[in-house]
């Protein structure tokens, strides 16, 4: 029993029930009648109504304390900063960016390799033929032997049978080749072919980075994150927040080493010194809920127990942004004390007193990571701390990714609507020659047989006949034209000049 009260000696337990004996008889402490006949009569009771009632309270008093130990009472400064240091543990499994945002290019890239299939030439598709069961890569590629070729061809064989399968194939009584019937007409079929097969070559590279970029931005850059949020909780190399002694504890089974003047090695390290006492039996400095934190043996078995103390739960979305608030709340919060010559930086009890003995008792200090000599940067020199800023740095990418994400999406859609446009491709059609140039007749300028030919060899045979009698080159029938406005006929109606052969 503590000192203070040793001075009711053994009088408390036999006053206690003379007390509670007159409660039972008089219904109520506070009977006027009791009241008026204790103090007429003081000797009838060892102690008056007054004392009786101040050892009730005391009594009781003494009861709680027992209850709660010496150990047991919350201390204010170690469950305010464990709650602070909670906030990193609800980092774990929190959500990152949700990828419903981002565009799926699937159906299109589907339709458009059906219309490359449909464009093409009818012996290449004819390759293709069989279906996908028939008319595998691992049957036909004994055919192929330029190694170049199967190189290519077979990452490629069995998307393009399934893709011709899909052309004929029954959907709802429907096949696609004929609701998308290819351009009619040789050269527009050709060119249609050329053109969507070029473009799909970019727009598969494109997609495949956008695909890529949407991993990255739903799950892929959170997971890496994540991966290193379980190292600041569970120390260097730690993977899935599985906690063990020689990644998680400073020391596995000494308080003074693990914590005073050792902290920083991961967060549960920081917590377990912070909430239990270094003998290893049940403390409630971070939580009334109290538990009992084994450091002489193995801390960590109680991980469980102290995680539940942890009730803000976690955050909506996890960013860089919310990391490095947490981080800088922690270093706004960190405790400073002078020891000495020494400026102590420390969670929880005051650094002085921190031996982790008793309740009072129990604190983690950073101090070495505030030390005005080497390369430290304070609170962010702290091991899990510069974890934590890894992950931050890693979420950050995310918004970047998305804004590269959309403009990639913005790309690949004006591309996909232009390899669409390439199917309604038509044949040319051929301009007809104007009226004028089919009824102009010929001007006197322009016939054949105006020349001074002197022999049968200058005479044009395609208009001309020569005459060798006369030595004359002479129209062949039917080939007159008719005057032009304002001449006079040829007397012979001639496209050709008259010569005889001089001499």
Known sequence: MPTQYTNYGGHISSNFSAFKNLYRVTGSTKNKQTS???????????????????????????????????????QEKNAADFALLCTFVNMQGAGGEQPTALADFTNDLEDLNKMNMSTADNNWQSLFEGGTEANKWENKKENYKDENLKQDWEKKWDKWVETKEKLTKPVSGKTWINEHPPPSGHWAKTTAHKNLNATLDDLETLVSKYSNLKQEISTGLTKTAQAKISEALCGEGAQDFKAEPTKTLQHASNWAQACAGNAGKSVWNDILCLCGLSDGTSSTDCDNTGAAIGWSSNPLTAETAVKSWCRQGKPAKLTGQTIRSAVATLEAKMRTAKQGTTIEHFLGAEAATCNGAETGNLCVKYTKYYAPAGDVRGVYSIPWVA??????????????????????????????????????????????????????????????????????????????????????????????????AGETPNAEGKKCSKKKVEG
């Open 36 to 74: 008026q006949h204790m103090r007429q009569h003081p000797v009838q009771l060892p102690y008056s109504y007054d004392k009786a009632r101040s050892l009730l309270v005391a009594t009781a008093t003494l009861a709680v304390l027992s209850l709660r130990g010496a150990k047991g009472t919350l």
């Open 387 to 484: 974890k934590l800023e890894e992950a931050a740095e890693i979420l950050d990418q995310i918004p970047e990714k998305k804004a590269e994400a959309a403009a990639l999406a913005a790309r690949i859609g004006g591309l996909i609507a232009a390899a669409k446009q390439h199917c309604k491709t038509t044949e040319p059609k051929v301009m007809a020659l104007p009226a004028a140039a089919t009824t102009q007749k010929h001007k006197k300028g322009s016939e054949k047989c105006t020349k001074q030919n002197k022999t049968a060899e200058e005479c044009p045979e395609s208009d001309c006949n020569y005459d060798a009698k006369t030595k004359e080159c002479k129209p062949k029938a039917g080939t007159t034209e008719t005057k032009e």
